[in-house]
């Protein structure tokens, strides 16, 4: 089938790509079929363009490969409602945001990864609770970096 | 909005499946419990209000303003999007 996309033009997906995430991601109810699509060739960066929605795409990283230690504990609803088990091949996405034309203060959400079980294609916004990650975790740099060469700045 | 007044141990049902108890009152703090099926997520309204307002955000993420990769290494500009 050929999906139309605002950013990418039209592309052609496999029924068999799609990843479901049913009841959609949080605030987008509407948006429960995705396909994750390369940024650039070698780039950790990936799209998770909505099939049903042209102009809705996220920008998604594996928030391993910015944060080493960044773990998230399954509740056994949640494993069970993706049919997840300790050998069953997943995939953690975190969604990035980028403010328009600020490439360098781009921050991840690490208190709501998406799981997502890759061999049934299935998958799940989480809310982690009581958690120690930000919503807003700066890519590059801490925020603290950035407030001192503005003070040096100053 | 419903209004129902409580007492410590009482509860409310809200269909046939989800129920919600008052546990614990303690000064201005309340201790509620929570029986819902699995496939209902529950959150505090002010931690999932705020990854509504960071999901809408996000979505309007441009691909023209997409960092380098984090490692600094620099991608190559192939235009081809394969699906991963």
Known sequence: ?154 | MLVLTRKVHQSIMIGDDIEVIVLDIRGEQVRIGIRAPKSVPVHRQEVYAQIVAENLEAARTRPEDVPPPPEGENSTNEQKRNIV
Request: glycine content about 4%; some cysteine; overall charge negative.
């Open chain 1, 1 to 154: 089938m050929k999906i139309p996309t605002t950013r990418f033009g039209e592309i052609k997906v496999e029924e068999k790509q799609i990843i479901d995430i049913p009841g959609g991601l949080v605030g987008f109810p509407q948006c429960e079929r995705f396909v994750l699509l390369e940024h650039l060739k070698e780039s950790p960066y990936r799209w998770l363009q909505s099939v049903d929605e042209p102009s809705v795409a996220f920008l998604v990283i594996n928030p391993s490969s910015i944060v080493k230690d960044y773990a998230i504990r399954l509740n056994p609803e949640v494993a069970e409602s993706l049919y997840l088990s300790e050998e069953t091949l997943k995939m953690v996405l975190a969604i990035v945001s980028v403010p328009l034309g600020k490439s360098k203060e781009a921050t991840v959400n690490l208190v709501a990864p998406i799981v997502v079980n890759s061999e049934k294609r299935l998958g799940k916004q989480l809310i982690l609770e009581d958690t120690d990650w930000s919503i807003h975790h700066r890519i590059y740099g801490t925020s603290e970096e950035v407030r001192s060469v503005e003070e040096k700045a100053a």
